[in-house]
DNA sequence: GTGAAAGCGCTAACAT
DNA sequence: ATGTTAGCGCTTTCAC
C-alpha cells in the first residue's frame, strides 16, 4: 500500500501543531479552534489527501469503533439481513461491523472471539445464542459488551433482541385450526437454541388452547436436510400422518417439502406446511410458503443500538426487546383433505 | 470494556523485558529467545489473559492484516457464499474481512472506501464491478491493492476472478436448442456490468452459431422487479412471445417466474427459462430453475488468494482467473409446445 | 539471548 | 485559541 500523510505534514503545510489539526479536524473539538484556521487546516488536509489513520486513534482513546458481529452462517438466508440491519445503524455512526461465521462448532466461535478481541473491537453483536452458551459467562464476568440477536441464552443477563416466537407459533396453529387441521404436528428445532425451545413451548400451548394434541418432533439441526430426513422418517414410520406441519424454521419446511415431492405426496393437498421466518424468496418455493415473518432488518438495527448504548453505559444492562412477527400466508397451507 | 492486560505486564511477571516477550509471542521471532524463557513467557501470558493489541501492532507494523470487502447488497444471494470463500481464506492466515454494502449507488460506495481506508485495510475485494468503475482509476494510481471478484471493468488491470460467463450462456443455449427452441430470447442486464455485457455477447455468438435470431432486451437491474416487469412489458408487446428465455442472472429468472404466474402461463409448458449463477433454493422454487451454477465460494477464496499475493508483492500484476462453470438442468425447461 | 530506546500516528492534559 | 508534552501498546533497530 502507498505511504500515507500524516497530521503531521497536514501541520507543516497549515503552519499549525498538529495538536492544531487533530483538533480542527474533529467533530467535537473543531469549535475549540478559530474558523478561520478550521478552514487552513481543512484545506491543507484536502490538498494531501489526508486520511486519519484510525488505528493510531483507537490506540489513543482505547475505542476501536469497531464492532464484531458472529453467525452461524452467512450462507442462511435469515442473517444477511441482520447484518445489513447492524450496518445501517452503525455506519452512519462511524462505527463498522467485523463479521465472523462460525458454522455452528465452538471452537471456530472461540477463535473467532478472541480474533476479534485482539482488534479491540468495542462489542460483540452474537447471533449464535444458545442455551448454557460456552462463551458468555467468562465475557460477563469480564465486562465485555454483548448484543445477542434472534437467539437468547440462560444464565447470563445480556441484552437480547428477538421476534416474538409465542405468538408467531400461536398465528400459525390458529391459522391451520381455521382451516380444518387438528392433526398438528410440530417440527422443532435443537432444544439448545432458546428460540427453538420457545417455539416449541409455544406450540404446546396453542394446541392445549384448541384442545388438540400437541405432537411434535426434534429436528437434528435448523436447516434443510435435517427437514427432509425427519420427514423421511415420519412417513417411514407407519404412524398416521398429520394433515399439517408447523417447522420451526423456513429451512426445515423446505427440507420437509423436498421430503415430500420425493415421496409423491402434494403439498398443500396431503399436507399443510407453515414455516417461520419468512427468508427470501420463501414466496417463490413450490409452492408459495405460508411463514411467520419476522423483522430481522429491524433485529439487526436494533441490536446495534443497544449495543451502541450498551458501550457508552457506565454498566450493563439486561434489556429484551422483542419485535412484533405476522403471519404470511401462501399456497402451502389450505383445507385438510380428510378433516 | 475491560481494562486490557499489556506487553509490560507480561513483561514484569515473566521477570523479563518486554521487547522480549514480544520476540517470544511472535511466530516469526520466537527461535531468537531462549526455549525456556519462551515457555516462562507463554505461561505468564496465559496466566493474565493476554490479548495482543492488533493495532498497536498495525501501527508499528503499518499493516492492518485486515481487507475491506465491497458488495452491492449482502441481501442478494450471490454474495454470502463470495464472502464466506473470502473468510476461509483469509482468517486461517491471521487476516480479517471489513465488510461493506452499496446498494449499487457509488456514494456509498465512495464512503465505504474511505471509512475503509481509514481504518488501513491492506487491500480491498471489489464485488461491485462496472465499466469505468468510478474509484478503481484514482485507486490504482496510489497503488492501492485491490482485486475484482465476478464483475471486472475497464481500463485498469486490476486482477479478476469470474466465472466462465462465455461458456454457461453457450451451453444454456446449446441446451435449449437440443430440447427443440428456436425463438430463444435473452433477457440481458444493464450494460454497465462486464459480467451481463460478456453474457449478451456469448448468447448472440451462440445464436449465430445455431443459425437462429438472437433477440436481446436489456432489463433495467439485475433483480426480480426488473424481470418482472421485463417480461411484463414482453407480453404486453404483441410480439411474437419466445419459447424460451435466458436470463442473464437467477434473479431476473425469478422475476420472470412471477410474471408468467400472474398472466396464467405456465413454466416449462408455455416457455422455457434458464437462469444464471445457481443461487441458494434455485432448485426450490416453482418450478425448480435450470440454471449455470458459478463456484462462488471458490470466487471468494481465490479472489482473496490473489489480494493476499498482491498485498506481498512489489508491484501489480494483473491476472485474470477463470472458474468453470457448469449448466444444472432442472424443470424450468422441457421442448417447447410448438416447435 | 536479552535489554534499552525509539517511534508508528494520534489525542488529551497541561501550559501559555 | 494554540503550542508543548506525554503516552496509548507494540515492534524493531542497536547495544551488550
Redesign the interface.
Known amino acids: 500500500?502507498?505511504k500515507?500523510v500524516t497530521i503531521a505534514e497536514v501541520a507543516e503545510l497549515a503552519g499549525v501543531h498538529k495538536a492544531t489539526v487533530s483538533r480542527a479536524l474533529n467533530e467535537t473539538t473543531e469549535h475549540q479552534v478559530n474558523a478561520a484556521t478550521v478552514k487552513k487546516v481543512q484545506r491543507a488536509a484536502k490538498q494531501l489527501g489526508y486520511?486519519?489513520?484510525?488505528?493510531?486513534r483507537?490506540?489513543r482513546t482505547?475505542l476501536?469503533m469497531?464492532v464484531g458481529v458472529i453467525v452461524p452462517?452467512?450462507?442462511n438466508?435469515l442473517?444477511?439481513?441482520i447484518?445489513?440491519g447492524i450496518?445501517n445503524y452503525l455506519?452512519p455512526r462511524g462505527y463498522?461491523?467485523?463479521?465472523?461465521?462460525t458454522d455452528g462448532r465452538d471452537s471456530l466461535e472461540r477463535?473467532?472471539f478472541?480474533?476479534?478481541?485482539?482488534?479491540?473491537v468495542?462489542?460483540f453483536i452474537l447471533a449464535t445464542g444458545q442455551v448454557d452458551h460456552p462463551l458468555l459467562k467468562d465475557a460477563y464476568e469480564?465486562?465485555?459488551?454483548i448484543v445477542l440477536v434472534n437467539r437468547g441464552t440462560t444464565g447470563v443477563p445480556y441484552p437480547l433482541v428477538t421476534g416474538d416466537d409465542a405468538n408467531g407459533i400461536a398465528a400459525a396453529v390458529d391459522h391451520l385450526i381455521e382451516l380444518g387441521h387438528r392433526r398438528i404436528l410440530h417440527v422443532a428445532g435443537p432444544r439448545n437454541f432458546t428460540t427453538t425451545l420457545t417455539r416449541a413451548n409455544a406450540f404446546t400451548a396453542a394446541c392445549a388452547e384448541h384442545g388438540i394434541e400437541p405432537r411434535t418432533v426434534v429436528a437434528s439441526a435448523l436447516n434443510v436436510d435435517a427437514g427432509r430426513h425427519e420427514m423421511d422418517a415420519i412417513l417411514a414410520s407407519g404412524e398416521p400422518v398429520p394433515t399439517a406441519i408447523i417447522a420451526s424454521n423456513d429451512l426445515l419446511a423446505?427440507g420437509i417439502?423436498?421430503s415430500l415431492r420425493t415421496h409423491g405426496l402434494d403439498c398443500p393437498a396431503d399436507i399443510s406446511i407453515v414455516g417461520f421466518n419468512d427468508m427470501?424468496?420463501a414466496q417463490?418455493?413450490?409452492?408459495?410458503l405460508t411463514t411467520v415473518r419476522v423483522p430481522h432488518l429491524e433485529l439487526g438495527s436494533e441490536a446495534a443500538r443497544l449495543l451502541l448504548a450498551s458501550?457508552s453505559a457506565e454498566s450493563q444492562n439486561p434489556v429484551t426487546v422483542t419485535l412484533p412477527v405476522s403471519l404470511i400466508v401462501r399456497e402451502s397451507t389450505a383445507p385438510p383433505r380428510n378433516p
Open positions: 500500500m502507498p500515507r486520511i486519519p489513520n484510525i488505528m493510531a483507537g490506540l482505547s476501536s469497531t452462517d452467512l450462507t438466508p442473517f444477511p439481513p447484518q445489513r450496518e455506519a463498522t461491523a467485523l463479521l465472523a461465521n477463535a473467532a478472541n480474533s476479534l478481541l485482539e482488534r479491540r468495542d462489542g469480564r465486562d465485555i459488551r423446505l417439502m423436498r427470501p424468496f417463490d418455493f413450490q409452492p408459495p458501550i
